[in-house]
């Protein structure tokens, strides 16, 4: 297949290098174009009021394209301008970190996928339940095959599946499971510091706490030591609101 590669940790993430590694070795055609520099948790964003510019990247076997922006902005500019061919598919990750649950919100890994998908293409997001991880080599060679053997035709379209490895070896994870994502939302707070300078400045931090997981949801299976397949569709209207929101009809004709 030819595959359109890219993330939202950077080009030269080693998630990234070693799901170019593995989707060579697997006999795809790679086309990597990916950010230049780290762009975690930018969500949907696409840049407007820059020029985009790009820089080649030429090492130890990788071939990619690093562009000066956003996830979004990579798939975008790379399948209408910089990839001469049309891919069967577009792949992000591998992630540093899971994409669970409330994280497809934030998260410029899946973004880039879904943008992939809108634009009618097969699309998946790959994440490793782990913001240092090492050697990614046996989950990208699975992802790879998972990705060659996807019934991709059997589908919907602007589907985005979402694959999540837990923090383990691959040998020591329990198995694959196809699950919903959980509903649970992240408990956020602020770590209040003081630079050198004596100045204030606030650092995020938070959890997604167990007690509001469901079982058998993504984020609980993770935990558990499975990887996660979730299928997911960017259809936000509430139906039940929509329904209960219709007395608002008016007809002024």
């Known amino acids: 297949m030819i595959i359109a590669l890219t993330n939202d940790d950077g ?5 990234l290098r070693a799901m ?5 070795q697997a006999g795809h055609t790679v086309h990597c174009i990916a950010p230049v520099t780290e762009q975690s948790a930018v969500g949907h964003a696409v840049t407007l009021a820059m020029p985009l510019r790009v820089k080649e990247f030429k090492e130890h076997g990788f071939t990619g394209r690093g562009v000066y922006g956003t996830p979004v902005d990579c798939v975008k500019l790379g399948l209408t301008c910089l990839m001469d061919v049309k891919p069967d598919v577009v792949v992000s990750g591998i ?4 994409n669970v649950g409330p994280d497809i919100l934030y998260s410029g ?3 880039a996928a879904t943008e992939g998908a809108h634009m009618g293409f097969p699309a998946i997001a790959v994440s490793y339940d782990n913001f240092r991880p090492g ?14 053997n996807m019934p991709w035709k059997s589908l919907p379209p602007r589907c985005v599946i979402n694959l999540n490895f837990p923090s383990c070896p691959m ?10 994502q959980t509903s649970a939302v992240w408990k956020d707070w602020y770590d209040h510091r003081k630079d050198p300078r004596g100045s204030d400045y606030w650092w995020l931090n938070g959890v997604i706490p167990p007690e509001t997981v469901a079982g ?14 979730t299928p997911l569709r960017f259809e936000f209207t509430d139906d039940a609101a929509l329904q209960a929101l219709s007395v608002l009809n008016t007809d002024n004709q």
């Open 20 to 24: 170019y590694a593995a989707l060579i």
């Open 216 to 229: 058998g949801t993504d984020r609980a299976l993770l935990t558990e030591g499975y990887i996660t397949l």
């Open 171 to 180: 040998p020591d994870a329990k198995g694959l499971r196809v699950c919903p």
């Open 95 to 98: 992630n540093a970190g899971a």
């Open 135 to 148: 050697d990614l080599s046996d989950h990208a060679t699975f992802a790879a095959d998972l990705i060659g």
């Open 109 to 111: 890994t899946v973004s």
């Open 11 to 15: 080009i030269q993430a080693p998630g």
